[in-house]
């Protein structure tokens, strides 16, 4: 299937690890040209070599903090130069399970660290978005793709990182019905427990407290985890992720759509939202 990739061009946020970088090989192996950007120098760097080693194509890396108004200002208009426009912005820059609760989650979430979740997570998005959306209405529409997560579905977990998902998968609804009009869709994927560099790692110091080996360990989880009995890694989450980028998706719009393997026995039932409204028209 020709997903349409081919020529797109591509800023991917977030970029330099986990599964920002999984879904950035999946845009080059479509075909797309990609700017990387991420907060940190090094792994940075080190994302675009193995991209380039990987998938025998260059791509380009820019410093961008989606906390500074004026970074992602700086840094959007650097990537449409490099890229000669975008029409594809992926935004998948936040630390996994937010700013770190503990067990006691009512007790040990901080003001201070729910403020700063939203400011990266939910504002960080808008932020980007509204950068973004002048090159997506110049290149004739476009697709955005936020990340979203699990703890934003379920009741109890992490408070703070169950308010921002919560909040962005709203936003993805408000976002894509201000910019539909323009050809531009906006899309969530909550990966829940995909596996990426960091999951692994905390799976191998489990594996270590229980005292059995790394792969007894998953084998467990997967067996307990997914109704297929899969584990779900990040290159499947991008496989998915890569075709929401895609224009073949575009009547997939306003959504957050779950890449769990099944994982959640909740139900959900989306309201569906109302037309926009412009003035003149009754309330």
Request: proline fraction near 4%.
């Amino acid at each position: 299937m020709d997903l349409g990739l081919t020529g797109k061009r591509a800023l991917v946020v977030g970029g330099s690890r986990g599964l920002g970088k999984a879904l950035a090989h999946e845009l080059v192996a479509e075909g797309a040209a990609v700017v990387l950007a991420a907060r940190s120098e090094g792994p940075l760097r080190e994302a675009v070599d193995e991209i380039a080693a990987l998938r025998g194509t260059s791509v380009e890396a820019i410093f961008l903090d989606v906390c500074d108004p004026q970074s992602v200002h700086d840094g959007v208009d650097r990537a449409a130069s490099l890229l000669g426009g975008i029409d594809i912005l992926v935004n998948a820059a936040a630390r996994t399970g937010g700013h770190g609760e503990e067990a006691d989650v009512y007790s040990s979430a901080s003001e201070e660290g729910m403020v700063a979740d939203f400011n990266e997570k939910v504002v960080g998005s808008l932020r980007l978005t509204r950068a973004v959306e002048p090159h997506l209405r110049a290149a004739g529409g476009g697709r955005i793709l936020l990340f979203s997560g699990g703890a934003g579905r379920i009741r109890g977990g992490l408070i703070s990182a169950g308010a921002r998902n919560r909040a962005l998968n709203h936003l993805v609804v408000s976002l894509a019905n201000a910019l539909g009009e323009y050809g531009i869709g906006c899309v969530a994927v909550a990966p829940s427990s995909a596996i990426t560099e960091r999951q692994m790692d905390a799976h191998r110091r489990a594996a270590e407290l229980a005292g059995v080996e790394l792969d007894e360990h998953l084998a467990d989880r997967a067996r307990n985890t997914t109704l297929m009995r899969r584990l779900v890694l990040a290159g499947d989450l991008a496989k998915v992720a890569c075709f929401l980028c895609s224009p073949a998706s575009w009547p997939i719009n306003a959504v957050t759509v779950e890449v769990a393997g099944g994982s959640s026995p909740d139900v959900h039932y989306e309201l569906k939202p109302h037309p926009p409204w412009r003035p003149g028209t009754a309330v």
